[in-house]
């Protein structure tokens, strides 16, 4: 039987997630879709030990970029948490499954990562390291939840700007790439994937194309410029569990919660999708 999702269950951030310890996952998690970018790294995750920081920077190569132990004398230096990453370190905690998984996003898809750190920079060069507007809001809601989706289709975006479901996760629209998840970004909701069934939501950028690499590099490419991310209403609610073979349980009554695929908010208008040039 399908039960109703809660608060927590319905997106990260509403509540502070505790992660299971590393002995109490069950590795079967790590084949969910949500990581299939990262099958690369599997040992990493699936390893009974964690990595030492001179095994990530070893196995993981981020050019220009070093992972380093997030520790009080590091933290002395009084820098901001993304200008160490501008510097070119990462400040990354032990035995943290949300710093591992920021780890294999920066390796995996290094172009958006480099265009978040630096426009976060350019916000905090203008407005200190203690304050936050709502660039930086986007930029973080991005990094901590965010997916690329590659749409083709325009009855399938019609369907995602009013939030009628049924349509959006339609099966067919998915087996024929009218609509794909082409980047996962959000390390926190890898973290939250590892708790099986859980129901999260990303916050997604949507391109108009076909080509899942040229996507990903136009959503780095407007970040970078300043283009997109400047507010958090640009990004778009995906429930994640809705995609087809993403959960387990997805009957007509799976698709009725109305507390996880939830109507359109009254006034509720989505920005344009990215366009790549040739589409």
Same mark, same amino acid.
């Given at each position: 039987?399908?039960?109703?999702?809660?608060?927590?269950?319905?997106?990260?951030?509403?509540?502070?997630?505790?992660?299971?310890?590393?002995?109490?996952?069950?590795?079967?998690?790590?084949?969910?879709?949500?990581?299939?970018?990262?099958? +690369?790294?599997?040992?990493?995750?699936?390893?009974?030990? =964690?990595?030492?920081?001179?095994?990530?920077?070893?196995?993981?190569?981020?050019?220009?970029?070093?992972?380093?132990?997030? +520790? +009080?004398?590091?933290?002395?230096?009084?820098?901001?948490?993304?200008?160490?990453?501008?510097?070119?370190?990462?400040?990354?905690?032990?035995?943290? =499954?949300?710093?591992?998984?920021?780890?294999?996003?920066?390796?995996?898809?290094?172009?958006?990562?480099?265009?978040?750190?630096?426009?976060?920079?350019?916000?905090i060069a203008v407005i200190g390291a203690s304050q936050r507007n709502r660039a930086q809001a986007a930029l973080t809601q991005f990094d901590e939840t965010g997916?690329?989706?590659?749409?083709?289709?325009?009855?399938?975006?019609?369907?995602? +700007?009013?939030?009628?479901?049924?349509?959006?996760?339609?099966?067919?629209?998915?087996?024929? !790439?009218?609509?794909?998840?082409?980047?996962?970004?959000?390390?926190?909701?890898?973290?939250?994937?590892?708790?099986?069934?859980?129901?999260?939501?990303?916050?997604?950028?949507?391109?108009?194309?076909?080509?899942?690499?040229?996507?990903?590099?136009?959503?780095?490419?407007?970040?970078?410029?300043?283009?997109?991310?400047?507010?958090?209403?640009?990004?778009?609610?995906?429930?994640?569990?809705?995609?087809?073979? =993403?959960?387990?349980?997805?009957?007509?009554?799976?698709?009725?919660?109305?507390?996880?695929?939830?109507?359109?908010?009254? !006034?509720?208008?989505?920005?344009?999708?990215?366009?790549?040039?040739?589409?």
């Amino acid at each position: 039987m399908t039960t109703a999702p809660t608060a927590s269950d319905a997106g990260v951030g509403r509540r502070r997630f505790i992660a299971p310890l590393r002995g109490q996952v069950d590795p079967r998690c790590f084949d969910h879709p949500l990581f299939a970018d990262f099958h +690369d790294f599997e040992a990493l995750m699936r390893s009974a030990e =964690w990595p030492r920081i001179d095994v990530l920077n070893a196995l993981l190569r981020v050019q220009e970029k070093c992972f380093v132990t997030q +520790d +009080d004398a590091l933290l002395d230096d009084g820098l901001h948490y993304e200008q160490r990453i501008a510097q070119g370190r990462i400040a990354t905690r032990a035995q943290s =499954w949300h710093d591992l998984f920021n780890a294999l996003v920066w390796a995996r898809h290094p172009v958006i990562k480099r265009a978040l750190n630096a426009q976060q920079c350019r916000h905090i060069a203008v407005i200190g390291a203690s304050q936050r507007n709502r660039a930086q809001a986007a930029l973080t809601q991005f990094d901590e939840t965010g997916l690329i989706v590659r749409v083709r289709d325009a009855d399938v975006l019609a369907a995602w +700007d009013r939030h009628d479901w049924s349509a959006l996760f339609n099966p067919d629209g998915w087996r024929a !790439g009218d609509i794909a998840v082409c980047a996962v970004i959000g390390h926190a909701l890898m973290e939250q994937a590892l708790l099986p069934d859980r129901l999260l939501v990303g916050k997604c950028l949507v391109v108009v194309g076909d080509d899942e690499v040229a996507c990903v590099a136009a959503v780095a490419a407007a970040i970078e410029g300043g283009a997109l991310l400047v507010d958090p209403a640009e990004l778009r609610p995906l429930p994640l569990a809705g995609i087809p073979q =993403w959960h387990a349980a997805q009957d007509a009554a799976f698709y009725q919660l109305t507390d996880y695929f939830r109507p359109l908010r009254e !006034g509720r208008v989505y920005p344009p999708p990215l366009r790549l040039s040739r589409s």
